[in-house]
Structure formats: structure tokens, C-alpha cells
């Protein structure tokens, strides 16, 4: 069909079709005003509002509420953005053209429409989708689809929180069912020792990027494994071997079905690594190699990202599940029991070594990297024992510092603003330091007052939020009204929001009671704190934090001044990175290996307050934010919080909250709007997600796939 034939319903179709949209707040603005409260109703899906407006009505509320030029707009924009061909990847990434990165992960944060993800993997990982799209970067990414997504948070009356698992309709999502080259469906099969598992493949188009998610829902699998797929992180340990090999083994074989030889394999944490053994069956089979040469090309062309040092982050399987689950595969390897269980052990002759995921991925990737500076330390440390003969310097584990997808993140005022002082094509180069200098033209005056009135939007949020979520609870009609009054837009206002893993310790501000009372109730300098997230349903202890948490929110004096917004996801992340003036993080270091939602907030202004680890570690200067404590760790656990609590508060009541009250005779905090703009500048271009893909493509992409090597960032 010709692009002037095709109405304003087709096109809206077509645009919501492809997550391309997700990132351009003007297109997300189209969708929104053309029906604002079934925008809300559907969950932010573009595709459940067109279709159930219908043709007739879209057509008659685009020319009702003058939005036809601006869809033809957008649908033109999102042609060119497909068809351009000069792009970033073009000149820098050539040698990927014929055979792409494969990226594979468990999770994928892209919208909140499509909740497959959990947490900060996810969410990196669609923002790595993201950046390698607008910059070209041929690239696929594999994961599965979790027809129930990871859940939906609502606390009881007490504030323990209780999952709930809607289905997700495939038909409502962004989702074709992927075909091979004949224009058949693909469905795919691993074998276990127990009979094979079938899955179905979703293709979604991010921007350009195609993304390929397997769902074990079809009539070929048992009636228990039709479920395998439904919920992330869900089940025990033989569903989650059970996912892995979907995801690994399965992933690469829905990728040659569809016709994809992919020249590198980046397997984003440890969930993917059997995909290693697989690529590895595959050159055995087809140019009939040894197990031993296949592995060693397998490696040099494979890339494993690790993400954690937290030990309950690292899967591991018994020999049962190994068994079960590999045996087929080790047969057409020609691999015994042990040397299979091997590939998993730091000393392969270690029988009381469960197998471990970790492990295979470094030992079947060249390439390997931690995902902020001080996490490659840790991680050489941790895995050091993989390597016995080596220095410690000589562990081959890299570092690429996470960074967020800037026009995901940043503030559509914000962004005007900036655009008003950058180079034009700003967002084209946003990895760059140069673009960011003119920053400091911005007027502090309006700088402020678009974070203000940026805030003012977040703090409206947050007493719809909470009176949607009184209503559920049956609030009364006085209880209603009085959320309308939470919060003041003058006070200090302070986010915390990200899972509840007990490392992150959520409840550290709480420590000192009456002295965060006092500073909370202070009258011409208050103070005020948003907080939200999940724990994961089996986590007990992390639940009991938050239940905690919940509590102060109902005791004097924090009543009103301390909130907690549940069922955390992209769009409350939204919100709370663009509307608060301090975004805290705590974690006890050096446990949290990168973080990216402190990151997401240095984009619109937003001061981090955070411990010294993972990337606040490399990017606090000393002006661009406040950091809490020294970097010192303690090896008693309760010592080092004890300090890190004090130093905390310390911090809070003699920097941050003087710093911010400290006004001019215009009322404007003109040393805080100095440290907005120095954060911008100073950190924008680092820790976004352009500049992390260009470091993929260039130091392990490229050499991977036999171009050019570049010497790895320690
Ligand atoms: C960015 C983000 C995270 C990661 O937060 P951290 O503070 O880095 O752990 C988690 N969940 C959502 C929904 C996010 O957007």
C-alpha cells in the first residue's frame, strides 16, 4: 500500500507496532491525547487504544483534537529512522553487517506495556536494544516471553506485599510470530532426558532492532510445560534450568530457524550461557570440527557480560537437573557427565562443585566484562580462581560501565530545554563530551523552573497513585481527601526507588528515627521521601524491609511526608527520575555492581546521593553530586551499615538540605543549580547507553567477530 493511501488508523497501527515509539515522547504524546484515560486503562498500549477506538473514532478524534498533522509527522519520521542507512554502526560496526551480535537475556525493560523484566538487568538491557538501534549497530536479541510478566505488587493493610499474575494476551502486544524462510512459523525443540520441550517465537521490533522471545504456550508441551514460560524468576530450580535451556539452547536454534547466523554471541548474564554449548553443537555439526576446536572459535567469538557479585545471582544446577536437562546435548557433543559438570566448575575434577552458570559463560567467552570500573575488580577477584596461574591484573575480565537510554530517560521539557543550547544533532552524539558542554548556558531561572514544574507533575502523580491505591484498600471519602494534601512541593524531596534486595538496604535512612523526624518536620527547611519497589516473592527477609518501610509511613511524624507507591515499574521510574530533587542509593558496597537509576536522574538535574560503589564510584567528582561515606568497606556487615547510616544522615542534614534552602532573592538555590548543571555535563555523556554500545561494538563486538582488536578498559 502506498504511504498517502494508508489512513491515520493505519499508520497508528503500524507506528504502535514496532517499540520505536516507546522512546520518542512526541509520538507517546499522540497516543496519550488522543484518548488520556484509556491511555491510562490499557496499560500504556498503543495498540490496545487504537484498536479498541476503532478506525471510525480515530479518524474522527485526530481531526477533533488536531493531532493528523502530527501523526503523519511521526509516521514519516519513524520511516526515515528505519531507512536511514548513514548511520554510527555503518562506519563502525561493518564487520557485524552480514552476521549480527546475538544478544541474549533473561529479561528485557522496554516499555511498561511489555513487563518481562524485574529490575536494572532488564531495564539495561532494553536500553542497550535501544542505543544500538539509533546507532545502527546490527544487532538481535533473544529472550523469552512470560505471559504473566514478573507480577503486579499490592500490600495488605500491614504493607506485606502480595504478587498477583494477570495473563498478557499476545494478540494485545507488539508481537508476530516469527517465520523461517519458507514463511512457516517457527517452533522450536530441545531435548531433555524426559522428552523434548516445544517453544513458539515471538519476533518485536525494537526500532530496528529485531528482538525474538520463545514461549513455551503451545499444544505440543505437557500441560505443566505450557506453563514454563508464564512468570520471570518464577518456580524452582528445575523450572528455571528448564527457561535456561529455552533461552540458550532454544534461542540460537529460533535464530537459525528465522535464517540469522549471528557472528557474536553477547550472553548478558549467566542465564544464557548454555547458548556457548549449543553454538558449539551447531559448528561440530555442520563443518564437522572437533569438540575442542569448535570451542576455542566458539569462545573468540563470544562475549559474556556479569552482573552481580551477590552469590544468589549466579545460578547453579545439580547433577540431577544437569543430567535431565543437558544430557542430550552432551551426548551429540560427545561429552561425558563429568566433562559436562566440568564446564561448570572452577576445578573441573571438583565433584562436590554444583555446575554453574557463571562459570561456563567465562569459560566459553574470550571477552568477558564487569559493568562498572570497581565491579571489574571485584569480578577478577571473585572469579580470579578460574585462572590460578594468573596475576591478578591478568584476569581477563573487563569493564564497561552501564550507562541509560537518554531519550527513554530524559524529561520531553528537559530535553526542549537542552535543545535549545546544544548542537542540533545532539541526540545523535550523546556519547560525546564535547555536546554537553554548552550546558552551561542554560539560565538557572529556567533550568529551575522546569525541574520545578517537573516536580510539581511527579507530586500530582504520586497522590493519584496513592489515592488509586486507598480506593482499592476502601479509604474513606476524608482519607481520600487528605492524600490530596500529601506532600509539598517546596520541601526537599528525596526518591528511593529500585528492587528490594536486601543489599540495597532500603530502611538505612531509618536507622535514626528522631533525628530524620526532626529533619523531616523541620518548618522552613523540610524534607520529604518517595519510596517504591519489589521485593521478590520468595524473599522473606526483603519483604519484611519493605513491610517496614510501609509502617513509618503511617507514624508521626512521617505521616505525609514519607510515601511509598507500590507496583514499581518503568512508568513510576519515569516519573520519579524526572520529579525529584535527590535520588538516594545506599547499597552496601561493594554489592551493587553498576546501578543505572541514578543515572537515568543525572539526565533531568536530579542530584545522586549515593554510597561510593559501582559507577557512582568512578563519576562522583566531588561537585556533581553528594556522596555518603568514604568508599571504605568494613568486614563486619552491621559496622559498616552502623557508619554508612551515620554518615548518611550526616551528610543529609549538613550538606544536601543546607545546600538546596540556601536561596537568592529570586528564590532560586543558584549553588544547587550550579551542581545540576555540573552533574548534566559532567556525567550525561558517560553514563548513557550510546556511549556503552559504542564501547561494546568497538573493544568487544568488532574484535570478536575477527575485526580490528582494541584493548580492553581496566
Ligand atoms: C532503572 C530501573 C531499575 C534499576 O535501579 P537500580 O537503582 O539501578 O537498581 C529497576 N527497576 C526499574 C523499573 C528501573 O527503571
Known amino acids: 500500500m502506498a504511504i498517502q493511501n494508508k489512513t491515520l488508523f493505519d499508520k497508528l497501527v503500524e507506528l504502535g507496532g514496532n517499540l520505536w515509539w516507546s522512546w520518542q515522547p512526541e509520538v507517546t504524546q499522540i497516543f496519550r491525547d488522543l484518548d488520556p484515560d484509556l491511555w491510562t486503562e490499557v496499560g500504556h498500549n498503543p495498540l490496545r487504544l487504537v484498536r479498541s477506538l476503532g478506525p471510525d473514532r480515530v479518524e474522527r478524534l485526530s481531526v477533533e483534537e488536531g493531532l493528523s498533522t502530527r501523526i503523519n509527522w511521526a509516521y514519516r519520521r519513524w520511516r526515515e529512522y528505519l531507512e536511514s542507512a548513514n548511520t554510527w554502526g555503518a562506519t563502525h560496526a561493518g564487520v557485524l553487517g552480514q552476521r549480527p551480535t546475538a544478544y541474549f537475556s533473561a529479561e528485557f525493560g522496554i516499555h511498561e506495556s511489555l513487563p518481562i523484566y524485574s529490575g536494572g538487568l532488564g531495564v539495561l538491557a532494553g536500553d542497550h536494544l535501544k542505543s544500538a538501534s539509533d546507532l545502527g549497530v546490527p544487532l538481535v536479541a533473544c529472550g523469552l516471553f512470560y505471559s504473566q510478566g514478573y507480577f503486579h505488587q499490592a500490600l495488605d493493610e500491614t504493607g506485606w506485599q502480595k504478587e498477583e499474575y494477570p495473563d498478557l494476551n499476545p494478540a494485545d502486544l507488539p508481537l508476530v510470530p516469527a517465520v523461517d524462510r519458507t514463511g512457516n512459523t517457527v517452533l522450536i525443540q530441545v531435548d531433555t532426558r524426559h522428552g523434548p520441550i516445544f517453544a513458539r517465537v515471538w519476533r518485536v521490533a525494537v526500532g530496528r532492532i529485531p528482538l525474538f522471545l520463545l514461549d513455551a504456550n503451545v499444544t505440543q508441551n505437557s500441560e505443566e510445560d505450557r506453563r514454563l514460560t508464564s512468570r520471570l524468576y518464577g518456580g524452582d530450580q528445575r523450572t528455571r534450568i528448564r527457561q535456561e535451556i529455552l533461552l540458550g539452547i532454544g534461542g540460537l536454534r529460533a535464530l537459525a530457524a528465522v535464517g540469522i547466523l549471528p557472528g557474536v554471541i553477547h550472553m548478558n548474564e549467566g542465564h544464557s550461557a548454555f547458548a556457548g554449548l549449543e553454538a558449539i553443537r551447531q559448528r561440530m555439526h555442520d563443518d564437522a570440527q572437533s569438540f575442542d576446536a569448535a570451542r576455542k572459535e566458539v569462545a573468540s567469538s563470544s562475549v559474556f557480560t556479569t552482573h552481580t557479585p551477590v552469590p544468589a545471582g549466579h545460578d547453579r544446577f545439580g547433577d540431577d537437573l544437569m543430567q535431565e536437562h543437558l544430557g542430550p546435548l552432551a551426548d551429540q557433543l560427545g561429552l561425558s557427565h563429568d566433562a559436562l559438570m566440568g ?31 570497581l565491579h571489574g575488580v571485584v569480578s577478577r577477584r571473585m572469579w580470579a580462581s578460574l585462572w590460578p596461574w594468573s596475576g591478578e591484573d591478568e584476569i581477563p575480565i573487563g569493564h564497561i560501565t552501564n550507562g541509560v537510554h537518554v531519550s527513554s530517560w530524559l524529561a520531553g521539557q528537559m530535553r526542549t530545554l537542552y535543545d535549545r543550547v546544544l548542537p542540533f544533532d545532539w541526540h545523535l552524539r550523546s556519547g560525546e563530551p564535547e555536546v554537553w558542554a554548552p550546558l552551561e548556558h542554560l539560565t538557572p531561572g529556567e533550568l529551575w523552573e522546569t525541574h520545578q514544574s517537573l516536580k510539581n507533575r511527579l507530586i500530582d502523580y504520586v497522590r493519584r497513585r496513592l489515592q488509586k491505591q486507598a480506593r482499592r484498600a476502601d479509604a474513606t471519602e476524608d482519607q481520600l481527601r487528605a ?232
Not at 344 to 368: H, I, Q, Y
Not at 501 to 506: D, E, H, I, P, V
Not at 620 to 637: L, Y
Open 343 to 373: 564446564l561448570g566448575r572452577v576445578d573441573p575434577n571438583n565433584r562436590d562443585e554444583t555446575f554453574c552458570m557463571t562459570v561456563l559463560a567465562l569459560k566459553l567467552s574470550l571477552r568477558a566484562n564487569g559493568v562498572s570500573s
Open 483 to 714: 492524600l490530596s494534601q500529601v506532600l509539598d512541593p517546596h520541601a526537599l524531596t528525596i526518591g528511593f526507588a529500585r528492587r528490594f534486595a536486601l543489599y540495597k538496604r532500603a530502611d538505612l535512612i531509618f536507622r535514626d528515627l528522631e533525628e530524620l523526624g526532626r529533619i523531616v518536620r523541620n518548618q522552613e527547611r523540610p524534607v520529604q521521601f518517595i519510596f517504591a519497589g519489589k521485593s521478590h516473592p520468595a524473599d522473606n527477609p526483603g519483604k519484611q524491609i519493605l513491610q517496614r518501610v510501609f509502617q513509618i509511613t503511617r507514624e508521626e511524624p512521617f505521616r505525609g511526608r514519607v510515601v511509598f507507591i507500590d507496583d514499581y515499574d518503568i512508568n513510576l521510574a519515569r516519573h520519579l527520575v524526572q520529579g525529584v530533587d535527590v535520588w538516594l542509593n545506599n547499597p552496601r558496597r561493594p554489592l551493587e555492581a553498576s546501578g543505572t537509576s541514578g543515572q537515568k536522574v543525572v539526565l533531568n538535574g536530579v542530584l545522586n546521593l549515593s554510597v561510593l560503589d559501582g559507577w557512582w564510584a568512578e563519576a562522583f567528582d566531588g561537585s556533581n553530586g553528594f556522596a555518603i561515606g568514604t568508599g571504605r568497606t568494613h568486614v563486619d556487615q552491621s559496622v559498616q551499615d552502623a557508619r554508612d547510616a551515620e554518615s548518611l544522615m550526616q551528610v543529609l542534614r549538613d550538606q544536601v538540605v543546607p545546600l538546596f534552602f540556601e536561596r537568592d532573592h529570586d528564590d532560586l538555590p543558584q549553588r544547587w543549580i550550579l551542581r545540576m548543571k555540573r552533574a548534566v555535563r559532567t556525567l550525561g555523556w558517560r553514563f548513557n547507553a550510546d556511549r556503552m554500545v559504542m564501547d561494546y561494538v568497538r573493544e568487544m563486538y568488532v574484535p570478536a567477530a575477527g575485526g580490528v582488536s582494541c584493548v580492553m578498559s581496566r
